[in-house]
């Protein structure tokens, strides 16, 4: 085999590989998942951990469905935001890979389900529920 062909079967395995290692997705957390280990500081209430940038369009998206839950469910639920690309490290420790990723946590820390990609307001609601969360709007 010439060397140009090899060198092009290479890089097309080595990159089919990287790919495959890196790609996630919409999986429960687990006991291997290096981020399950990693605890938001404990509160009493169930925590949704958004972690994208303010610049990247699925981020943008997901501002006001986390700022409506926010509002909607005070006291109820936490909703944090983090922009990986101001604070290049806060991701790390999470192993987000990419963005946005959303990881759900219960009230105690513990890593519940991480979802990549933009998620809407009614199927953030369905996945508490299903995970045993039952959030009830404020009452205006």
């Given at each position: 085999?010439n060397r140009t062909l090899m060198a092009f079967?290479?890089?097309?395995?080595?990159?089919?590989?990287?790919?495959?290692?890196?790609?996630?997705?919409?999986?429960?957390?687990?006991?291997?998942?290096?981020?399950?280990?990693?605890?938001?500081?404990?509160?009493?209430?169930?925590?949704?951990?958004?972690?994208?940038?303010?610049?990247?369009?699925?981020?943008?998206?997901?501002?006001?469905?986390?700022?409506?839950?926010?509002?909607?469910?005070?006291?109820?639920?936490?909703?944090?935001?983090?922009?990986?690309?101001?604070?290049?490290?806060?991701?790390?420790?999470?192993?987000?890979?990419?963005?946005?990723?959303?990881?759900?946590?219960?009230?105690?820390?513990?890593?519940?389900?991480?979802?990549?990609?933009?998620?809407?307001?009614?199927?953030?609601?369905?996945?508490?529920?299903?995970?045993?969360?039952?959030?009830?709007?404020?009452?205006?």
């Open positions: 085999m079967l290479t890089t097309g395995l080595l990159a089919g590989i990287l790919a495959t290692a890196t790609a996630q997705t919409n999986t429960p957390a687990t006991g291997t998942n290096a981020a399950a280990a990693v605890k938001p500081a404990k509160t009493p209430l169930p925590k949704l951990l958004d972690l994208g940038a303010n610049r990247c369009i699925p981020c943008k998206m997901m501002a006001p469905v986390l700022d409506e839950l926010k509002k909607e469910y005070a006291g109820q639920l936490e909703v944090e935001f983090i922009d990986v690309w101001k604070d290049k490290d806060a991701g790390k420790p999470y192993n987000v890979e990419m963005i946005p990723t959303q990881i759900f946590f219960e009230a105690g820390g513990k890593e519940l389900y991480r979802h990549v990609g933009f998620l809407a307001k009614a199927d953030i609601l369905a996945k508490w529920k299903e995970l045993g969360v039952n959030l009830q709007p404020a009452k205006k």
